[in-house]
């Protein structure tokens, strides 16, 4: 059994390849370089930022409806969306009308990220990464808050860096 093949099944469900320039997801030796994360400034009916994280094989994503905030203080929603292929993170062209997600993606910011110690993971609803990007950077929580509705998290700054 193939974990990664399974965690994309949605994002190729979505998706006509022939339709698409979006990468398959089905290749095989794909050059991670560490932990990447991006973000991805998607002009969709409604324009949103995708942040995915590079954790098990795959981009773990969010799609937040505001800005990533730059500094401490502005708390976004940020909706769990399907898992991506790891060669999404280059990914940047406009997606035709008619197709899953239609508009144009342009990389807004990519780096790498840590785990904090203290990290919970996300199984558990909880994580602080230190994210090295060209505009991100520092400390970062995204949580899980109980009493929000499924998939939705919340995505932050830390004062601590
Ligand atoms: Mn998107």
């Given at each position: 059994?193939n ?7 949605r ?21 991670t370089a560490?932990n ?8 969709a ?19 937040l409806?505001?800005?990533p ?14 898992d991506?292929?790891?060669?999404y ?10 197709q ?29 990464i ?6 991100l ?11 929000f509705?499924?998939?939705q ?9």
């Amino acid at each position: 059994m193939n974990k990664k093949i399974n965690s994309l099944s949605r994002y190729q469900q979505k998706r006509d390849f022939n339709q698409t320039d979006e990468p398959t997801g089905s290749e095989k030796a794909f050059d991670t370089a560490g932990n990447i994360f991006v973000v991805q400034k998607h002009a969709a009916k409604n324009l949103h930022y995708d942040f995915r994280l590079a954790i098990d094989g795959v981009l773990k994503s969010w799609a937040l409806p505001k800005r990533p905030p730059l500094s401490s203080g502005l708390k976004r929603l940020a909706v769990r969306t399907e898992d991506h292929p790891l060669e999404y993170s280059r990914f940047e062209g406009t997606i035709p009308a008619g197709q899953y997600g239609a508009g144009k993606v342009e990389i807004w910011d990519r780096g790498h990220f840590r785990f904090a110690k203290e990290s919970r993971g996300l199984e558990r609803g909880e994580l602080k990464i230190i994210l090295t990007g060209s505009k991100l950077k520092g400390q970062y929580i995204l949580i899980r808050p109980k009493d929000f509705k499924k998939g939705q998290w919340l995505f932050f700054k830390t004062e601590k860096h």
